[in-house]
T-cell receptor, first 118, second 112 residues
Framework: AQTVTQSQPEMSVQEAETVTLSCTYD???????LFWYKQPPSRQMILVIR??????QNATENRFSVNFQKAAKSFSLKISDSQLGDAAMYFC???????????????FGGGTRLMVKP | EAGVAQSPRYKIIEKRQSVAFWCNPI?????LYWYQQILGQGPKLLIQ????????DSQLPKDRFSAERLKGVDSTLKIQPAKLEDSAVYLC??????????FGSGTRLTVV
């Protein structure tokens, strides 16, 4: 079974600064996807960024980028130019590559609460 | 595109009572998931449906939880009888094949 670990329960960053959230995972599979989700108090899970394991290039989405180290099974999220609206819970998640037409479950880490100071 | 609809948004019940949650996924999404998110933790899969069949319910406490997805569209998750430790947010999500997930806003259940 796959496991996802987020070792930072809370992180704090000054507005406009950069912060990195850590995530490690354990799997015996070679083909999978990794995600970072943002969960504000509204409880809606919002996809921040996605990485396919077969891609060597790190994914980027505007101010958000990842450092994907497949051999080390590490998947960190970097938020640049932090904004007050970035404050939320952030979850790292793993998903096996689909083998048929069915979707696959997400395995989540325990989350990191990000606080942004004005 | 309409999102994943869930109701109710909040529910407070006494222990040993029963409760039901409803989810309507994105139109055309064959796969539907129910996750339980206890406060301060990441979501954990309870059950996964492919159309109206169960793919994975290994983490569903079957002595008190049940779920169905009649006609392969909307789904209902039931707890009977509820325990204090069932207090959590229940998230529904749907996906299309290998496509991305869409989550609903969840139901916050408090058992007193």
């Amino acid at each position: 079974a796959q496991t996802v670990t987020q070792s930072q329960p809370e992180m704090s960053v000054q507005e406009a600064e950069t912060v990195t959230l850590s995530c490690t995972y354990d799997t015996s599979e070679s083909d999978y996807y990794l995600f970072w989700y943002k969960q504000p108090p509204s409880r809606q899970m919002i996809l921040v960024i996605r990485q396919e394991a077969y891609k060597q290039q790190n994914a980027t989405e505007n101010r958000f980028s990842v450092n994907f180290q497949k051999a080390a099974k590490s998947f960190s999220l970097k938020i640049s130019d932090s904004q007050l609206g970035d404050a939320a819970m952030y979850f790292c998640a793993y998903r096996s590559a689909p083998r048929d037409n069915a979707g696959n479950m997400l395995t989540f880490g325990g989350g990191t609460r990000l606080m942004v100071k004005p | 595109e309409a999102g994943v609809a869930q109701s109710p948004r909040y529910k407070i019940i006494e222990k040993r009572q029963s409760v039901a949650f409803w989810c309507n996924p994105i139109s055309g999404h064959a796969t539907l998931y129910w996750y339980q998110q206890i406060l301060g933790q990441g979501p954990k899969l309870l059950i996964q449906f492919q159309n109206n069949g169960v793919v994975d319910d290994s983490q569903l406490p079957k002595d008190r939880f049940s779920a169905e997805r009649l006609k392969g569209v909307d789904s209902t998750l039931k707890i009977q009888p509820a325990k204090l430790e069932d207090s959590a947010v229940y998230l529904c999500a749907s996906s299309y094949r290998s496509g991305g997930y869409t989550f609903g806003s969840g139901t916050r259940l408090t058992v007193v």
